[in-house]
């Protein structure tokens, strides 16, 4: 997994005709600042407002995803936003001049085609995960649709879907990594029964359909006559009404291309969660509704507990030891406070603390209800720091790390004999001249118990 967050390098633009306006729409994807996430701009009207691509913002999910921000609507988002999550690109401002995204040929391969072309820039911030630790299960009683996930080292996306058709009864799709997206996924369209049609065009849907920019199943025969006023609404060339079975003008890109896109309006609908997923999905039926219900499942934990704790396995051994940390650390007892690291990155560290009720700073804090000094839990987390910017350095005993600066400190709950601290602290920006400004928390179990801002000065040692 990618530790900082990316944008695109340049911007690139497209023009087709709304899937269910009908109108000729005009679109661009520009590179955003890092923490910026995915925001649409209204640019056709006055103050082009701006809405933010997030789960709890969808107000519509029929044939589509739609976002809305005081009244202020943008549909058909998903095959963009799926493009933009396959490729982690984590912020995205994205300028369209209609109600909806253009809808191209149905699938992705477009967005897909374009990111690849202008590539990629890293961004100096850390990008976050939600991991799933335990399993999550949604589901809706009215469609049967249900989508669970399972803890997992990655992300990876089974799907099936079942019709009522002789023509599409079960498939099944699968994603085991991102980096298959275009290859595998991409390509896949959108679906629709001929049976469907009339309904989404009496509801004021689907003016811009036809079938060059959808597969197109025609499984009940109707009358030619009713064939070809169908046909001519639409504004397609007329067929026989006798022949059934798939009737668009591109062939199948794959034998089960229904559901390989289902799979693909997923990635777009968890694109809303606003950070990427690590775990194994396993959706049955799916669809925008339940995958909607889903990341809003996701976005009200996000808000509920704004950091997650690190997964931390005790069976695995540490990144760095004791041994090393004493080789980077001058601390010593009773004030080195980082017994072992489990996770390093370029820009984040992960260490660990065992509470034991014989720390000496419990004879006096307090005899006879013994609390860790928040001031030491905060001091655990410079070092840990120190550790990351050490670790990095050649020769790093002849260094030692000073605080310049704490500020926003927050201490949510007591820790005391018997704990186990994890300790995950942030660089904010590069390390620069000796000066590193962090962002530190410490959790026992999944609970914060602290968090708190730094700024730490690197010195070479007398």
């Known amino acids: 997994m990618n530790t900082k967050q990316h944008t695109l390098k340049e911007s690139f633009s497209l023009k087709g005709k709304g899937l269910h306006t009908g109108l000729e729409i005009e679109i661009k994807f520009n590179p955003a600042p890092a923490n910026h996430g995915y925001k649409i701009k209204r640019i056709d009207l006055e103050g082009h407002p701006v809405i933010d691509a997030l789960a709890e913002n969808v107000k519509g999910t029929q044939r589509g995803t739609v976002l809305s921000k005081n009244e202020v609507t943008v549909s058909t988002v998903e095959h963009a936003m799926a493009a933009l999550y396959a490729y982690q690109v984590d912020n995205c401002l994205i300028e369209v001049n209609a109600p909806e995204f253009p809808i191209l040929d149905g699938s992705a391969i477009v967005y897909a085609n374009e990111i690849e072309r202008v590539g990629l820039v890293e961004q100096d911030a850390v990008r976050e995960y939600y991991v799933v630790k335990h399993k999550i299960e949604v589901s809706d009683g009215e469609t049967g649709s249900s989508i669970t996930v399972l803890p997992d080292d990655s992300f990876g996306i089974n799907v099936h879907i079942t019709f009522d058709s002789f023509f599409l009864d079960n498939q099944y799709a699968t994603l085991d990594e991102l980096k298959n997206f275009k290859e595998e996924i991409a390509a896949s369209r959108t679906f629709v029964f001929v049976r469907e049609v009339e309904p989404l065009l009496q509801h004021g849907l689907i003016k811009g359909g036809d079938l060059d920019n959808a597969i197109v199943i025609y499984e009940h025969q109707i009358s030619q006559e009713r064939f070809d006023q169908l046909a001519d609404t639409m504004g397609v060339k007329r067929k026989d009404a006798s022949e059934l079975g798939y009737i668009m003008n591109k062939p199948l890109a794959y034998n089960n291309e229904p559901a390989r896109h289902k799979l693909l309006d997923i990635l777009g609908d968890i694109a809303l969660i606003g950070k990427p997923l690590v775990g194994r999905i396993i959706a049955n039926c799916p669809g925008h509704k339940i995958n909607n219900q ?169």
Do not use: W
């Open 294 to 462: 889903f990341a809003r499942f996701i976005r009200k934990d996000i808000k509920i507990n704004d950091i997650q704790a690190p997964v931390y396995n005790p069976s695995l051994p540490p990144v760095i030891d004791i041994g090393r940390i004493k080789e980077l650390l001058p601390h010593r007892f009773p004030f080195l406070l980082v017994d072992k690291v489990i996770e390093v990155g370029a820009m984040h560290i992960v260490g660990l603390k065992n509470v034991s009720v014989n720390e000496p700073f419990f004879q006096g804090h307090f005899p006879e209800e013994p609390v860790m000094p928040g001031v030491l839990i905060v001091e655990a987390m410079a070092q840990a720091a120190g550790l990351l910017v050490l670790n990095s350095l050649d020769e790093p005993h002849r260094y030692s790390t000073y605080f310049m600066k704490i500020d926003n400190v927050k201490f949510r709950r007591k820790v005391v004999p018997g704990d186990t601290l994890i300790f995950k602290v942030e660089l904010a920006s590069e390390f620069r001249r000796g000066m590193a400004i962090m962002k530190g928390y410490t959790f026992v179990g999944e609970k914060l118990v602290c968090e708190a801002e730094f700024m730490a000065q690197v010195i070479k040692n007398k």
